[in-house]
C-alpha cells in the first residue's frame, strides 16, 4: 500500500575551516549563507579543541564534532614520523561524522581541520575547496586534486580549475552601511564628530612595524586634522595620549571601526582586504615581510584597480606613513574615488555566490521566496561553467 511521497530531507552540509579566524570565519560565513537559502539546511562544523574553534563555533549556534588535530610539521621530527597514524585516526573520526549527519558535501577552507576532511569524505561525499589566499596551503593543494569545485578568493592560486568567488564574510560586514553608523561609531569610539578618520589594524601577528610608524606620524596626522583610531595589539605599544587619537588593544566591533573611518592603514590577510572592499574603504596596505609573499598579491588586484597603495614593511617610517595618508585623508574627492575603486574590486557577496554552487553540487539547490522547499529536485547537475561566476 503507497504511503504518499516520501519527504525530502533538507541538505546535510559539512564545513571544515578549524583552527585560526581566517578559517573559520569564512566557513561560518559559507554556513549563515546556506541557512539563508536553505532554512531547512543542518550545518556541522568540524574542528578540534586546538585554536579557537570550540570559542567561535558553537558562539555561532552550529553543532561542532571534534577530530584529532593534525598539524603538518615544518621539519623532520618525531612528530612526522607519527603523521600517518594521526592522519588516520582523523580520517576515521571525519568518515563516522560523516556517515551520522548524512553529508551531502564537504567544504574545506583549509588548514589542519580540513586535510583529514578531504580525505574522510574522498569517493564518499563531493568535496568543496576554498582557498583564501593568492598561494595555497597544503591541505588545499591535497583536496583541490579530486574536489568538484575549487573556489577561490583571488585568482592564481595554482590549483586546478579555480573559479574566482571571492572571500565569504558576515552579513555585518558585508551589509553594512558606513553612511548612516557613522555618528553612532564615531561616539562609541570617542572620536570627533566630524574630520577624517585613519583606523590602523595590524591584527595579532606583525603590528609592531605599524604602532611604531603611527606614534612617529601621529604629530603631523593630527596636525592636518586627523583623527586616529589604533588597535595595537594585545601585546602592542600605542602611541603617548593626544587628543583626536584613540588606541586599543583589539576592536570587537569592527563593523563601527570601519563606518567611523575614512581610510585604512594596517596588513593585507585576505580577510583584512576583503572586509576593506566589502565596506569600499581606501587602504594603505603593508604587508607582513615574512611567509610567501601571499600578503602582497591578496593586495594586488585592489591596488590595480586603484582602491588602495601598497607599502613594504620596511619602507613604512612614520615620514613615508604621513607622506601616504596625510594628503588622502585630506582629500575628499581622492578618498571617494578609491573608495568606490575599492569596493568595486572586492567580491562583498562571496558567501551567497558560494552558497548557490554548494547548495548545487549537493543536490539542494536554493529555492526562490515562497516556493515548497520540500518539492523533489528534478534539476540535472550543473557540468559547466556557472552564470554566478560570470558576472
Known amino acids: ?56 563555533i558553537p558562539a555561532r549556534g552550529y553543532p561542532l564534532e571534534l577530530i584529532p588535530p593534525v598539524p603538518m610539521p615544518r621539519k623532520p621530527s618525531g612528530d612526522l614520523l607519527r603523521l600517518p597514524v594521526r592522519v588516520r585516526e582523523a580520517v576515521m573520526r571525519v568518515r ?20 583529514p576532511a578531504y580525505l574522510g569524505a574522498r569517493g564518499r561525499v563531493p568535496v568543496v575547496v576554498h582557498e583564501a589566499n593568492a598561494r595555497a596551503g597544503l591541505a588545499n593543494k591535497v583536496g583541490a586534486r579530486f574536489a568538484e569545485l575549487v573556489a577561490v578568493a583571488v585568482g592564481g592560486s595554482g590549483l586546478p580549475g579555480e573559479q574566482v568567488v571571492g572571500m565569504p564574510l558576515r552579513r555585518s560586514i558585508t551589509g553594512l552601511d558606513r553612511r548612516a553608523l557613522r555618528a553612532q561609531a564615531r561616539q562609541w569610539f570617542g572620536l ?46 600605542p602611541a603617548p595620549p593626544a587628543r583626536g587619537y584613540v588606541a586599543t588593544p583589539y576592536i570587537e566591533r569592527m563593523d563601527l571601526a570601519y563606518a567611523a573611518a575614512d581610510a585604512v592603514l594596517g596588513r593585507c590577510g585576505m580577510t583584512t582586504v576583503a572586509e576593506i572592499t566589502a565596506v569600499g574603504l581606501p587602504a594603505v596596505y603593508v604587508p607582513l615581510p615574512h611567509g610567501n609573499g601571499e600578503q602582497a598579491l591578496n593586495a594586488a588586484p585592489v591596488v590595480a584597480a586603484g582602491g588602495g597603495l601598497l607599502v613594504d614593511d620596511a619602507e613604512l617610517t612614520g615620514e613615508r606613513a604621513a607622506a601616504e595618508l596625510v594628503p588622502l585623508l585630506t582629500d575628499p574627492g581622492r578618498l571617494a ?55
Not at 559559507?30 to 543542518?42: E, F, K, M, S
Not at 563516522?96 to 574545506?108: C, H, M, W, Y
Not at 586616529?228 to 602592542?236: F, M, Q
Open 1 to 56: 500500500m503507497s504511503t504518499g511521497p516520501a519527504v525530502r530531507r533538507g541538505p546535510s552540509i559539512v564545513v571544515a575551516g578549524g583552527g585560526t579566524a581566517g578559517h573559520i570565519e569564512p566557513a561560518l560565513a559559507l554556513a549563515d549563507a546556506v541557512v539563508r537559502r536553505r532554512p531547512d539546511a543542518r550545518i556541522t562544523a568540524l574542528g578540534t579543541e586546538r585554536g579557537l574553534d570550540t570559542a567561535l
Open 96 to 115: 563516522e561524522v560523516l556517515d551520522r549527519v548524512e553529508a551531502d558535501v564537504v567544504v574545506g577552507f583549509g588548514g589542519y581541520v580540513a586535510l
Open 192 to 237: 570627533p564628530p566630524h574630520g577624517p578618520v585613519l583606523l590602523v589594524f595590524g591584527g595579532s601577528q606583525g603590528a609592531r612595524t605599524l604602532n611604531e610608524a603611527v606614534a612617529a606620524a601621529l604629530p603631523r596626522l593630527l596636525g592636518a586634522g586627523i583623527a586616529v583610531l589604533h588597535a595595537h595589539g594585545r601585546n602592542g605599544t
Open 337 to 391: 574615488a578609491m573608495g568606490r575603486a575599492a569596493r568595486s574590486s572586492g567580491h562583498a557577496d562571496a558567501a551567497d555566490r558560494l552558497a548557490h554552487l554548494v547548495l548545487d553540487i549537493a543536490g539542494h539547490p536554493g529555492l526562490p521566496p515562497g516556493q515548497d522547499l520540500w518539492r523533489a529536485d528534478t534539476r540535472p547537475r550543473r557540468t559547466g561553467p556557472d552564470p554566478w561566476l560570470q558576472s
